[in-house]
């Protein structure tokens, strides 16, 4: 709802400190710690040792987005150029410490640290306050953009749109570092409408594939020591390194970009689900229609409603009559407030009463509905950059499970019906036996595979672990279909439901009809305590992901070798990157 709905609101970084924050923590005892520098007497863990004495460095805290991996007091350096991080790559390497890049720790997986590890020989290093330099070249062919690894999205976009250019597709939330978005091969929800032809330098499929050449930091065997080397895209060592989970250091990234362009997004929240998500051919408000006419769609459909909230972005050179100009971001302002009603009910769920579940998804629902009509965002118009982004980092913390299924295009309603007549089913049969696993939307947006032939310069390849990189023995999969639900940490059942959804998916999704991936970032390979745990899907349905139908010399098996020959002390690895990537 709006500033001006009458009763108190609560933010929802507030939101979650008192309630599902209270849930993540309790019992723990932990009192946060502010930052304590490097020879302070209040530091409580010991002092990495022969640290380099000008690198900045101190005790601070780390928390991932979702609040579920948390340590009051990591050693962190502040990087202020890439040759510092080479000097803590060396250091790391003759003490035998780690080096974790911390970039705005929006992240659910434990790519950074992993909860409960031992963080005794870890330092992280902070990329986002100093590795933050942008420079655009709209005068090279193509036109591109050089940042730290530590620069936002929001930065890079910001600085692209002063020079008239842009992307196609972004995260939702834009304060992300660049280097860690490339990480896990982070995404958007564009996708070309019937016909729709990218603009040149921009692609459809993940940002990792708009890179044209990247430093990392790596061994030297020759020098016996860690080095910055660049990567350009026509080098095949390059393809390992564009989506790497964390395995390398990059230190900086160039990008391509292409002429910005301005955009419409409506909202609707009066199509019932099975009318929009129905099946193939089906007549009415359907997804697959939207799709057609449009490419740009996204639903969110909360718990036990019936009608989700449909966002349709559509190419639009001048304003609508009806729309509503924007000349900045995030402009669904009710998003970060709750009104007291769905927090009082929020609070009831954390608690444990999870019989008020379809109540609290009805507030959610009506908390939108309220909020576009009271705002006046049902129908906006600006910048690319400003309709692309429409979550702040403040939004409510969610545990995700799900990922993306690859296929044809016709296959995208018979996709998403299948899978929402799945889920309703599910819940409907737990919620009959008085159980409520899941308390937060369902979202679902689309994209297109990796595609080499929108990189301008000579590419030898697509990102090895993307998960939306093309399979070369189905040319025909052109389409990534990202299907995700969320719920609140702590939330009992959880865990063994999102394993039951995410083993449903990945049997299902298979064979010659689809392929199914694990979303990096979110949640995956779960088992009835939580997500990261499950051995059989990390150590085999994994790297099938990334081996079926994909020559040997690509692919898991290179990547893992790549990982290997450019970090073979492991130095930028952690226990369970360990587990994953042996």
Same mark, same amino acid.
């Given at each position: 709802? @709006?500033?001006?709905?009458?009763?108190?609101?609560?933010?929802?970084?507030?939101?979650?400190?008192?309630?599902?924050?209270?849930?993540?923590?309790?019992?723990?005892?932990?009192?946060?710690?502010?930052?304590?520098?490097?020879?302070?007497?209040?530091?409580?863990?010991?002092?990495?040792?022969?640290?380099?004495?000008?690198?900045?460095?101190?005790?601070?805290?780390?928390?991932?987005?979702? =609040?579920?991996?948390?340590?009051?007091?990591?050693?962190?350096?502040?990087?202020?150029?890439?040759?510092?991080?080479?000097?803590?790559?060396?250091?790391?390497?003759?003490?035998?410490?780690?080096?974790?890049?911390?970039?705005?720790?929006?992240?659910?997986? /434990?790519? #950074?640290?992993?909860?409960?590890?031992?963080?005794?020989?870890?330092?992280?290093?902070?990329?986002?306050?100093?590795?933050?330099?942008?420079?655009?070249?709209?005068?090279?062919?193509?036109?591109?953009?050089?940042?730290?690894?530590? &620069?936002?999205?929001?930065?890079?976009? #910001?600085?692209?749109?002063?020079?008239?250019?842009?992307? &196609?597709? @972004?995260?939702?939330?834009?304060?992300?570092?660049?280097?860690?978005?490339?990480?896990?091969?982070?995404?958007?929800?564009?996708?070309?409408?019937?016909?729709?032809?990218?603009?040149?330098?921009?692609?459809?499929?993940?940002?990792?594939?708009?890179?044209?050449?990247?430093?990392?930091?790596?061994?030297?065997?020759?020098?016996?020591?860690?080095?910055?080397?660049?990567?350009?895209?026509?080098?095949?060592?390059?393809?390992?390194?564009?989506?790497?989970?964390?395995?390398?250091?990059?230190?900086?990234?160039?990008?391509?970009?292409?002429?910005?362009?301005?955009?419409?997004?409506?909202?609707?929240?009066?199509?019932?689900?099975?009318?929009?998500?129905? /099946?193939?051919?089906? /007549?009415?408000?359907?997804?697959?229609?939207?799709?057609?006419?449009?490419?740009?769609?996204?639903?969110?459909?909360?718990?036990?409603?019936?009608?989700?909230?449909?966002?349709?972005?559509?190419?639009?050179?001048? =304003?609508?009559?009806?729309?509503?100009?924007?000349?900045?971001?995030?402009?669904?302002?009710? @998003?970060? @407030?709750?009104?007291?009603?769905?927090?009082?009910?929020?609070?009831?769920?954390?608690?444990?009463?999870?019989?008020?579940?379809?109540?609290?998804?009805?507030?959610?629902?009506?908390?939108?509905?309220?909020?576009?009509?009271?705002?006046?965002?049902?129908?906006?118009?600006?910048?690319? =950059?400003?309709?692309?982004?429409?979550?702040?980092?403040?939004?409510?913390?969610?545990?995700?499970?799900?990922?993306?299924?690859?296929?044809?295009?016709?296959?995208?309603?018979?996709?998403?019906?299948?899978?929402?007549?799945?889920?309703?089913?599910?819940?409907?049969?737990?919620?009959?036996?008085?159980?409520?696993?899941?308390?937060?939307?369902?979202?679902?947006?689309?994209? =297109?595979?990796?595609?080499?032939?929108?990189?301008?310069?000579?590419?030898?390849?697509?990102?090895?672990?993307? /998960?939306?990189?093309?399979?070369?023995?189905?040319?025909?999969?052109?389409?990534?279909?990202?299907?995700?639900?969320?719920?609140?940490?702590?939330?009992?059942?959880?865990?063994?439901?999102?394993?039951?959804?995410?083993?449903?998916?990945?049997?299902?999704?298979?064979?010659?009809?689809?392929?199914?991936?694990?979303?990096?970032?979110?949640?995956? &390979?779960?088992?009835?305590?939580?997500?990261?745990?499950?051995?059989?899907?990390?150590?085999?349905?994994?790297?099938?992901?990334?081996?079926?139908?994909?020559?040997?010399?690509?692919?898991?098996?290179?990547?893992?070798? &790549?990982?290997?020959?450019?970090?073979?002390?492991?130095?930028?690895?952690?226990?369970?990157?360990?587990?994953?990537?042996?």
């Amino acid at each position: 709802m @709006s500033d001006r709905a009458s009763g108190p609101t609560l933010s929802r970084r507030g939101l979650l400190g008192a309630a599902a924050g209270a849930a993540v923590l309790a019992g723990t005892g932990w009192t946060l710690a502010g930052a304590v520098p490097l020879g302070d007497p209040a530091a409580t863990i010991p002092a990495p040792p022969d640290f380099p004495a000008d690198i900045p460095l101190s005790q601070q805290q780390f928390v991932n987005w979702a =609040k579920t991996i948390r340590f009051d007091a990591v050693w962190t350096a502040t990087a202020r150029t890439a040759d510092d991080v080479v000097r803590l790559a060396n250091w790391a390497h003759v003490h035998g410490f780690r080096i974790r890049p911390r970039g705005s720790m929006h992240s659910w997986s /434990p790519l #950074t640290l992993e909860a409960g590890q031992d963080i005794g020989n870890v330092v992280l290093v902070d990329t986002m306050s100093q590795l933050n330099q942008v420079v655009v070249d709209s005068a090279a062919a193509p036109p591109r953009v050089t940042a730290g690894g530590g &620069a936002s999205i929001e930065a890079i976009l #910001t600085a692209l749109e002063a020079h008239g250019l842009g992307w &196609a597709n @972004s995260p939702a939330i834009g304060d992300i570092s660049i280097a860690g978005a490339l990480s896990i091969g982070a995404h958007g929800a564009t996708y070309p409408a019937a016909g729709e032809t990218v603009i040149p330098g921009q692609s459809f499929g993940s940002l990792s594939n708009l890179v044209l050449a990247l430093t990392a930091v790596v061994w030297n065997p020759s020098a016996g020591a860690y080095e910055l080397r660049e990567f350009r895209r026509a080098e095949p060592e390059i393809g390992p390194l564009l989506a790497h989970l964390g395995r390398t250091f990059v230190t900086s990234v160039t990008l391509q970009a292409g002429a910005n362009y301005r955009v419409r997004c409506q909202s609707f929240t009066d199509i019932p689900w099975r009318e929009l998500f129905a /099946p193939p051919g089906s /007549p009415g408000r359907t997804f697959e229609r939207y799709v057609e006419e449009h490419g740009r769609v996204e639903a969110i459909w909360f718990p036990f409603t019936e009608t989700p909230w449909l966002k349709i972005w559509s190419m639009s050179p001048e =304003k609508p009559a009806a729309s509503r100009e924007v000349r900045g971001p995030y402009n669904y302002f009710f @998003s970060d @407030s709750l009104p007291e009603e769905l927090t009082d009910l929020l609070g009831q769920v954390v608690r444990g009463a999870q019989g008020v579940t379809p109540a609290f998804g009805a507030s959610q629902f009506g908390a939108v509905a309220a909020g576009l009509a009271a705002t006046g965002t049902s129908d906006l118009w600006g910048w690319s =950059k400003d309709l692309l982004f429409y979550l702040r980092a403040t939004t409510l913390r969610v545990v995700a499970g799900g990922g993306v299924v690859v296929t044809r295009r016709d296959n995208i309603a018979r996709v998403i019906n299948e899978f929402t007549t799945w889920l309703h089913e599910r819940m409907t049969h737990y919620a009959s036996q008085g159980q409520y696993p899941v308390n937060m939307p369902f979202e679902v947006r689309l994209c =297109k595979i990796d595609d080499v032939d929108e990189v301008l310069v000579d590419a030898a390849g697509v990102p090895d672990l993307s /998960p939306v990189r093309p399979r070369p023995d189905r040319p025909d999969w052109d389409t990534a279909i990202w299907l995700n639900v969320v719920s609140i940490p702590g939330t009992v059942g959880m865990p063994a439901f999102f394993r039951e959804m995410e083993q449903w998916m990945a049997a299902h999704y298979s064979g010659d009809y689809a392929t199914f991936r694990s979303e990096w970032s979110k949640g995956w &390979a779960f088992d009835e305590q939580g997500g990261y745990r499950d051995p059989g899907f990390l150590g085999s349905t994994v790297p099938a992901m990334y081996r079926t139908g994909v020559p040997s010399g690509q692919g898991w098996d290179a990547a893992l070798a &790549a990982f290997e020959r450019h970090d073979p002390h492991r130095v930028f690895s952690n226990r369970f990157l360990d587990r994953l990537l042996p």
